[in-house]
């Protein structure tokens, strides 16, 4: 046993964050360890990384008892940690931010240069030295984590969660490099809720539950909905739509929208022009001045009661899109409609008081105020709209705003102490629940749902689907961009590919297949997908976009 | 909801008095490493505060410190850095002087008329920072600081006596001003005289208040500081709040000079007071750029300023009354120390709490319905 983990047991003032949990892991195995949000798999994984001490429990590692004061000693025993969200120098290089604390391993020249593309080429991660940070996309970032946790000398690596960012081309390849590295020997804590994966990935599978192990499987054993069942205790929900609710009236109607890249922050991976070729396979190679087009001639039209799934390898355009859509960004040409009225000049607090709401991508930066109370948090993007304001919006209805927050967090279930915590204290899910319910509330006639049950738990994922499907009932146009091809498939009525700024292909939810959409979002296919046979018709991705029908037939 | 509450005081008060005792103490050692009492100098200063010419000092001084504080606070509310609220108090002050010696119209629009030249100038001077901010993207930080530099040429310029400026003795004044701009005061005797402008700098106080937590606009205004990004996507445009701020920010910080301008001095001379402006950003870091805490801190920073000169003349050892300013630059660096750090304590505390409170509620819950299923 290269981890082994028994009786850990920690109290938070009031809480038992973990409780008995057992988890041992072999040398040379990859071990899951899946469970709900919440359910405590990050206290254990910090535990384990010395970032917090268990109050009951040991830790042995190598059959060696240890305890950790802080990371470093879990370093020094071999432990390292990739975490979610990368923690990564933009303006470095590789090569400067693998030795970034680590300059006494190898110095910081050549030595740690050799270094790196030894390991690199040692368990196939493809990683350049010398590439900028910046120009590197999220499979490269996330194989520079791995690196530099490698770099360290770790024989243990934990990854949490680090699929969630991943396409489905980009998993398996993740999923290789883990391969490689059991190989060598190395034992590899992957953390997932993606049950799938997991059964593909895994040598053993540990499921936890309200801070306690509920059971190990063995892949071969078991199937995703066993496991799904022993995690939340009970039904799995899908996110299929019944019956189609698809009307004629044109909702949102946009035309020849196109954006060209402006200062090239908000760019990540598809700015990668010219004399800086983007390092690593994933990355895409955008065709030299193409690339100045975030979005390049993108024409769709969405009706009442449609949803309009969007899919795609990220930072291909769908940021974009959505900030044309909210008006964060203005349209170079093109025209937005929203029920027949020209809006592609409206700023953006116009088109959200005239119902265009807004799920963003990334809740913390662009939908909570993280240090204000829920209540308020309630009022943000709808401060001039009652019942947050009065007197022709000019003043705060700070009653009003707060017995209707109140209303929010008993119809969507969020789940919290009272409506005067911060939203930083509540949990993703909870969050996210918070932010449909806000926008829910105003009625919108146009929703743009980006990601929106990323990072949720399973409960909250049906109760986010349920009121989109809800509200598609009544009437609501939906645009839906999510890294889930699942929930994409089951949630939409109409589906499209963008690829490199472009809608590229259009499929049928009913039919098609994640596989055959996740080809197409690598732009291999192209035009309108068919199932079972991939239809190539690759030579003219401009042209079927433009010939792909405006509307779907339904 | 009451636990909450209590909580909220807890963290608000924590950072301050962590700071002040952080700084106390410093101080203390400082007066140890000279040889000197660590704690005489302590009981000087508030022997002090006991005399009511001393008193009368203090809140004058208070209210200047107030005004130019809120000033600075408007800013930081929206994470702008207004640093130069110094030179557009100073300039709006000489600008107010000069009309108020050419200008004369009955007080009860002499006043008023006053006031608007100093926030006009004061907000015109903050303006070129924002606009050049807003347009081209320098940073205010660096702007403000030019600007103080270029008000101080542009004083030095417009107080020569070709210009508007009028030699007196081997001062340089621009006029005494028309009596009916004088700021009635209230005579507190021997004491001395509270200024009149006191009361419209507490007024400044309630109305920061009313507009920074009761309008659309303040709420945009400090979604915009919390969140850049959220703002944006909530409908906030975020240029024009920028330069709405520094507008805002540049006006209060135009009223800062007139308490002394319009109820002492009447003129604006080479020994109008400078500086304000930085202390006032001490102040509105230690208040929080909470209304009530920046009086708070105002008083505390008017009470150093106006006890330590005492110092200078005590018997039988005579301390520097440079103490007081050391104490201040500690306090300032224990603020921004202790508030970040009990503002990831209280964040993590609260994280806690709710989860704590949230997994009883779910064991509850659960128990309750196993009972049901049996």
Request: net charge negative; charged share 15%; hydrophobic share 45%.
């Given at each position: 046993m290269s981890v082994e983990l028994a009786g850990i047991t920690k109290r938070f003032p009031g809480v038992v964050a973990n409780h008995d949990i057992h988890l041992s892991v072999g040398k040379g195995t990859v071990h899951a360890l899946v469970g709900e949000n919440g359910a405590g798999k990050s206290t254990l994984m910090k535990i384990l990384y010395g970032m917090q001490k268990p109050d009951e429990g040991t830790i042995a590692v190598d059959g060696e008892q240890v305890t950790f004061a802080s990371p470093a000693d879990a370093i020094a025993r071999g432990i390292g940690m990739v975490h979610q969200h990368f923690m990564l120098a933009d303006y470095l290089t590789v090569l400067e931010n693998v030795v970034l604390g680590s300059e006494k391993l190898y110095g910081i020249g050549n030595g740690a240069r050799e270094k790196i593309k030894e390991i690199s080429a040692r368990y196939g991660l493809g990683v350049r030295p010398d590439a900028l940070v910046e120009d590197l996309g999220v499979a490269d970032r996330q194989r520079v984590e791995i690196l530099k946790v490698l770099y360290r000398g770790a024989r243990i690596l934990i990854l949490d969660e680090p699929t969630a960012v991943l396409v489905p081309q980009e998993v398996d390849a993740l999923f290789d490099n883990l391969r490689e590295l059991k190989a060598e020997g190395l034992s590899v804590i992957f953390i997932s809720h993606k049950l799938g994966e997991v059964l593909s990935v895994a040598d053993e599978i540990t499921v936890i539950r309200r801070g306690t192990t509920v059971g190990t499987a063995v892949p071969a054993e078991t199937t995703?909905?066993?496991?799904?069942?022993?995690?939340?205790?009970?039904?799995?929900?899908?996110?299929?739509?019944?019956?189609?609710?698809?009307?004629?009236?044109?909702?949102?109607?946009?035309?020849?929208?196109?954006?060209?890249?402006?200062?090239?922050?908000?760019?990540?991976?598809?700015g990668t022009v010219g004399d800086t070729p983007a390092a690593g396979s994933l990355a895409l190679d955008a065709a030299g001045g193409d690339a100045k087009r975030v979005l390049d001639d993108v024409t769709f039209t969405i009706h009442a009661g449609e949803v309009m799934g969007i899919a795609g390898v990220e930072g291909n355009g769908q940021t974009e899109l959505v900030d044309a859509l909210i008006g964060l960004k203005n349209a170079d040409s093109g025209a937005i409609r929203f029920i027949g009225e020209e809006i592609t000049s409206w700023p953006t607090r116009r088109r959200r008081e005239q119902g265009v709401g807004y799920i963003p991508e990334d809740r913390h930066r662009h939908g909570l105020l993280l240090e204000a109370p829920l209540w308020e948090n309630r009022i943000l993007g709808h401060v001039t709209e009652k019942p947050n304001s009065k007197g022709k919006g000019r003043w705060l209805d700070i009653k009003g705003a707060q017995a209707d927050t109140r209303r929010i967090v008993e119809e969507y279930d969020v789940r919290t102490p009272g409506i005067d915590v911060t939203a930083a204290s509540l949990s993703g899910g909870n969050q996210q629940k918070l932010i449909v319910g806000r926008e829910m509330s105003h009625k919108p006639r146009f929703l743009i749902a980006a990601h929106p049950t990323r990072g949720v738990d399973v409960g909250a994922q049906a109760a986010i689907w349920d009121q989109i499907r809800e509200a598609r009932r009544e009437g609501l146009a939906v645009l839906l961009i999510s890294a889930d091809l699942d929930e994409l498939i089951g949630l939409s009525d109409t589906l499209r590919v963008i690829y490199n700024g472009r809608l590229v292909a259009d499929a049928d939810p009913a039919t098609i297949t994640p596989e055959e959409l996740g080809s197409a979002m690598t732009g291999a296919a192209s035009g309108h997908l068919e199932h079972v046979e991939h239809e190539e018709q690759s030579s003219q991705v401009a042209e079927a976009a433009e010939a792909a029908p405006e509307d779907e037939a339904r | 909801m009451k636990k909450f509450d209590k909580e909220r005081v807890l963290l608000a008060v924590a950072g301050p008095v962590i700071a002040l005792v952080a700084a106390v103490v410093l101080t203390s050692f400082v007066l140890l490493a000279s040889g000197k009492s660590p704690i005489e100098p302590y009981t000087l200063m508030f022997e002090q505060a006991g005399f009511a010419d001393v008193q009368v000092l203090i809140i004058n001084q208070a209210g200047v410190y107030y005004l130019a504080a809120l000033a600075v606070a408007v800013g930081f509310r929206m994470n702008l850095f207004n640093i130069g609220v110094d030179g557009q108090y100073r300039l709006a002050a000489m600008m107010t002087a000069v009309v108020g010696a050419h200008v004369s119209l009955p007080a009860a629009l002499q006043i008023p008329f006053l006031m608007l030249i100093a926030v006009l100038t004061g907000a015109f001077w903050a303006g070129i920072a924002g606009v050049l901010k807003v347009t081209r993207g320098v940073s205010e930080v660096v702007a403000t600081i030019m600007l103080n530099a270029i008000a101080t040429s542009l004083i030095g310029y417009l107080t020569l006596t070709e210009v508007w400026g009028q030699p007196l003795g081997n001062n340089q004044t621009t006029g005494v001003m028309k009596e009916s701009g004088w700021f009635p005061g209230f005579d507190m005797g021997d004491a001395g005289e509270i200024y009149g402008f006191t009361l419209i700098a507490v007024?400044?106080?309630?109305?920061?208040?009313?507009?920074?937590?009761r309008t659309r606009f303040g709420f945009d205004l400090r979604a915009t500081g919390a969140s850049e990004t959220a703002a944006a996507a909530s409908g906030v445009d975020a240029k024009r709040m920028v330069l709405t701020a520094m507008l805002i920010s540049g006006g209060m910080a135009g009223l800062a000079g007139l308490p002394i301008l319009l109820g002492d001095a009447h003129t604006y001379s080479l020994s109008f007071p400078t500086g304000l402006g930085f202390t006032g950003i001490t102040i509105a870091l230690l208040g929080r750029n909470n209304p009530v805490g920046i009086a708070f801190a105002a008083l505390l920073v008017a009470f150093l300023d106006k006890a330590s000169p005492a110092l200078d003349y005590a018997t039988p050892v005579a301390y520097d009354k440079e103490i007081a300013v050391i104490m201040q630059g500690l306090i300032v660096i224990a603020v921004v120390v202790s508030y970040e750090a009990v503002r990831v304590w209280g964040l993590r505390r609260q994280q806690r709490r709710v989860g704590a409170e949230l997994a009883a509620a779910a064991a509850n819950d659960n128990s309750k319905k196993e009972v049901a299923a049996r």
């Open positions: 995703s909905r066993q496991l799904a069942e022993m995690m939340v205790g009970s039904e799995l929900p899908t996110p299929e739509t019944a019956e189609s609710t698809v009307t004629d009236k044109p909702v949102i109607q946009v035309e020849g929208l196109t954006v060209y890249a402006a200062g090239g922050a908000s760019l990540g991976e598809t | 007024l400044a106080g309630i109305l920061y208040w009313l507009v920074l937590n």
